[in-house]
């Protein structure tokens, strides 16, 4: 359990101060992970190397498992930091060691025997699937590989929190499914607790039970996953809908922007709508995700009536809520670009 309180980070003195992270209140229950998100600036490095207290905070406190790491004096913050392990983008191995060595490195500056280290990082190996690749150096391995490494050597010291810090950026799709599966697992399995930062909204979806949004150094919107994804009046919710292009409309249609309203839209809402209205209604596009067992997402609809009333009523009647004649977001591969413009825009 992580809990922040009142957490700021100033750097700079008088005329120069800037306060990074301004008076933070963030909780994260044990088992969670909990994204965080935002614009490049917003302080999320900043946020991070202040809960593993790398950064000391210049007021508030970060609360580990109901222990106030701020105020800790060096030699039991030292022990204190062993609970937090830290996962950070994928070229933080050292590039003359082989992916076992990389693992022992926390357990040789404790002192660990070279016996007992031995063993566990065969263990550690083995639960990130790369047995065989003790041996291997760094550019061996591929960049998931390399992830998986980094995500042992974070566990090494057998601790509670995990901290990733842009930990699948520069992974492609793929790899970033698995690397997250992983930590998914690692969660269930060890019970850990998770901050997940990151700025890729595809990513989100797939890791976080919660999402905090960071702006200028403060939480300006937080929730639940799900919560977030069917709540439209919240920029963040929009912003974390999967969305790919949509084809265009068809002649003689009226086009409708829907997005999944409710956690229980029927898997047939097509086929409602159209017996509902007694219209065509052509699904030009749509993009759908299942998130913890949830559909959300978004779809675009050529429907044959101009009688929005009752479109918008039949739509509501399968958990739908959507726009005539709107004009989609096409794009959404640009996360940095939606948080940082739509979100203004909304906001
Ligand atoms: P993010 O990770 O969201 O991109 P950062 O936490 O890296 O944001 O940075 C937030 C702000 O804090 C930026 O404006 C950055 O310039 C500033 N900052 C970060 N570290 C320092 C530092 N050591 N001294 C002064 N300013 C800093």
Known sequence: MISLRHLTKTYGRGDAAVTVLDSIDFDVPTGQ?????????????TLAQCINLLERPTAGSVVVNGEDLSGLPEKRLRDARRRIGTVFQSSSLLGRRTAAENIALPLDFLGVTPREADARVGELLERVGLADKAGHYPFQLSGGQAQRVGIAR????????????????????????????????????????????????????????????????????????VDLL?????????????????????????????????????????????TDLGVAVHLLGASVETVHGVNTGSATLGVGTDDDTRVAAALARCGLSGTPDAVPITRHDDAERVLAGVLEDVA
């Open 33 to 45: 992970i909990a994204a965080v998100v935002g614009p490049s600036g917003a302080g999320k490095s």
């Open 154 to 225: 974070a566990l090494a010291l057998r601790p509670s929190i995990l901290l990733a810090d842009e930990a699948t950026s520069g992974l492609d799709p793929e790899t970033t499914r698995s690397v997250v599966g992983l930590i998914r697992q690692l969660r269930d399995d060890l019970d850990l607790t998770v901050v997940f930062i990151t700025h890729e909204m595809d990513t989100v979806r797939l890791a976080a039970d919660t999402v905090a949004r960071l702006d200028h150094g403060r939480i300006v919107e937080q929730g639940s996953l």
């Open 230 to 274: 069917t709540a439209h009046e919240s920029p963040l919710g929009r912003s974390l809908q999967p969305r790919r292009g949509h084809a265009g409309p068809e002649a003689g249609t009226r086009t409708w922007f829907v997005t999944y309203d409710s956690t229980a839209v029927p898997g047939d809402w097509i086929q409602r709508v159209t």
